[in-house]
């Protein structure tokens, strides 16, 4: 019996969500260990949901040190066929100003060294990743953003490219006008592995990025400290916690979008060749695909 069908992972400044009625927590063991920590489980109107604080109570976990394999394994086993991720990001492009939201649609990968896949070991598998954030969920998010929303958001940007970095130190000017040559909109720290995890495990996935400052290449605007951040980010929670409710009861019934089959054609090893260990581990993601 599924446990819920929405996933809020909670990043810098959102550790809870208020309102949810019949909670309770559950601590879910994976084949990649504990998740970052329990999952609260709740009802918010008529839509059951789990919560995940990304960095622990007490943000205790730095972006590297992220379960993020087990933090997805354990959502797809309550039965959550959605995840919206909020974090915060800095501001690469002028028009995307701190207080913003932003809505992304694509994903540089700059990080280093995270496990991205559950794969591996004597199964292959290379999914599709043309549009790294689910269309479908992130339209949603956009349309609750920015035409219901009032005046609880200054401004929501539709699309924009994440250029995920390793961190934990912020950017250097370099980096920072490197990124800008790039095209890029925001830089932040954990959209990867947590999109290419969502995507291995068929869960639609978006994220709804807090602008908190303007990195360090704007020479108007001081460079980005971390008082700025928490200041800028408790402000902005709140509008995204506003939009998760309002999401929540908009989701669709039925899930058409490619997510919903991305190990379809993705499993690329000889099934009678991929050891019945992994068989039995990984169940949970390919099982029906063995069958």
Not at 41 to 55: D, Q
Not at 123 to 128: A, F, G, M, P, S
Not at 187 to 198: D, H, I, N, Q, Y
Request: proline share 6%.
């Amino acid at each position: 019996m599924p446990e819920a069908k929405l996933a809020v992972i909670g990043g810098s400044g959102l550790y809870e969500i208020e309102g949810l009625t019949d909670v309770r927590e559950v601590r879910v063991k994976t084949p990649f260990g504990d998740p970052s920590d329990a999952i609260v489980l709740g009802t918010l109107g008529k839509t059951r949901i789990a919560f995940l604080p990304r960095h622990g109570r007490g943000h205790r976990i730095l972006p590297s040190e992220l379960p993020a394999r087990a933090n997805i394994w354990a959502l797809k086993s309550l039965g959550v066929e959605w995840i919206i991720a909020v974090c915060a990001v800095g501001s690469l492009k002028e028009e995307i100003q701190p207080l913003d939201i932003v809505i992304p649609d694509q994903i540089i990968d700059r990080t280093k060294c995270r496990p991205s896949t559950f794969f591996g070991e004597g199964i292959v598998v290379h999914c599709t990743f043309a549009e790294p954030f689910c269309p479908v969920l992130s339209r949603l998010l956009y349309q609750a953003a920015y035409y219901e929303a009032g005046t609880s958001v200054p401004r929501v940007h539709p699309n924009g490219t994440y250029l995920a970095m390793e961190g934990p130190f912020f950017s250097t000017r370099a980096e920072s006008n490197l990124y800008r040559s790039w095209g890029a909109s925001i830089v932040g720290m954990t959209a990867v592995p947590e999109a290419k995890l969502a995507r291995e495990a068929e869960i639609c996935y978006a994220t709804i990025a807090c602008v908190t400052d303007y990195d360090c290449w704007h020479e108007v605007h001081e460079s980005v400290t971390i008082d700025m951040v928490i200041s800028n980010l408790r402000r902005s929670v709140e509008a995204a916690k506003d939009i998760i409710k309002r999401t929540s009861v908009r989701l669709p019934k039925r899930r058409q979008c490619g997510c919903v089959a991305a190990l379809k054609d993705a499993i690329i090893t000889s099934r009678e060749l991929i050891p019945p260990e992994k068989k039995e581990e990984l169940a949970l993601l390919i099982g029906k695909y063995l069958e």
